[in-house]
């Protein structure tokens, strides 16, 4: 599979509420970076951070994906739902960084709406 492929397919497992499958995509030794936030180390603190983040699977469009070499850039839409139920739009630009058909960083850029 190329890059863009394995994005594809992992975000599909997302979608799907299937983080576990999701994470079978990343490097054990992931790093998640939400710029002017958060940055996450590893697939545990990934994992944790999706369980309190998507209490129900996110919804998202990607409008844009441009792959070049190691990298794989998404952009578009997220809605995201709190623990009350309410929801949040934001635009995203998601660039990962792939190694041994791995998804081995992620720099992200999420904007509220």
Not at 2 to 17: D, F, H, P, R, W
Not at 24 to 51: N, P, S
Not at 90 to 110: G, I, T
Request: one cysteine or more; proline letters at 3%; glycine letters at 6%.
């Amino acid at each position: 599979m190329t890059n863009k492929e394995i994005l594809e397919k992992a975000n599909s497992a997302i979608v799907k509420g299937d983080y576990e499958g999701f994470l079978t995509f990343c490097a054990d030794d992931v790093r998640w970076i939400f710029v002017g936030d958060q940055t996450l180390h590893g697939k545990e603190e990934v994992r944790q951070y999706m369980a309190k983040a998507y209490l129900e699977p996110p919804n998202f469009s990607v409008e844009t994906i441009v792959a070049e070499g190691e990298f794989v850039t998404a952009i578009g839409k997220i809605q995201i739902k709190d623990e009350d139920g309410q929801s949040s739009d934001s635009s995203y630009c998601d660039v990962w960084r792939f190694q041994n058909q791995k998804m081995v960083e992620l720099k992200a850029f999420v904007i509220p709406d």
